[in-house]
């Protein structure tokens, strides 16, 4: 799971993130859902969320050279038709946690726009997942069903790319919302380190290793966290009855 470029907070620098990517595609099998996963290398799915504009900057010229694959999580609410009023530099200093503040999103634009989501998706690299129209807490959300349903409506049309796959914002979720998310959507992502074995996941959730921040390309994902990484899967099925048990609004 990551977020940022060369940002304030979650985020890793230009040469960390290369070289990340190209041990990934040196040593792996890159997979975005439903692929078959491979019994002789372990499977790695890079998730990117929010969609910040770092992402069209640095990302996708990373992606285009080392031939790695990603899923885009996508909240449309913040995507606009046009930087053509704003310079680079603004659009990448917008601090991580102002982006999605007011109406900062218009202004600076720190997410990427349409035409850079459709550029995007034409390097036939990345898919496009839905993070919800908004970004919001579902748990605390009185919209949820528009929320799951608009996200994906909106960017079908305007990506002109089948969603099938939704990330949840903050990684909370429950029971009742993981069960209206599996009406729309054929996989879901959230928050918690482990493996997953296939792609339900935990009860139909899989969880991601955080990896922003990064102090160096390889050892988040060196042999000695991979065998980590299992014995932690038994963790995960708690995190699960916790966040099932977690109270909406």
Known sequence: MYHHVNADKYSNTPAILEDHLKYISRHFNIVLPPDV??????????????????????????????GVRALL???????????D??????????????????D????????????ELSEICASGRVRIASHSYS??????????ENELLSSKEILERRLGQEVDTFVYPYGQFNASILKRVQKYYRSSFAVGAG??????????????????????????????NLTKYKYLRFRLQAKKWYMDHKRSM
């Not at 019994?39 to 010229?61: G, H």
């Not at 900062?104 to 720190?110: E, I």
Request: charged content about 20%; some cysteine.
């Open 104 to 115: 900062l999103y218009t202004k600076a634009v720190p997410f990427c726009t349409w035409s």
């Open 37 to 66: 996963l491979s019994e002789d290398r372990p499977n790695v799915c890079i998730v990117f969320d929010d969609a910040s504009y770092s992402f069209y900057r640095y990302v996708l010229p990373f992606i285009r050279e080392t």
């Open 195 to 224: 493996d997953n074995k296939t792609w339900n996941g935990v009860g139909g959730v899989l969880f991601r290793i955080p990896a922003d921040n990064l102090s160096d390309p390889v050892s988040i994902l060196s042999s000695a």
């Open 73 to 83: 999580s996508v909240s449309p609410k913040f995507i606009v038709d046009s930087s």
């Open 135 to 144: 970004h919001s807490n579902l748990l605390k959300s009185s919209e949820v």
């Open 85 to 102: 009023h704003v310079d680079e530099q603004t659009r990448l200093g917008v601090p991580a946690d102002e982006m999605m503040l007011g």
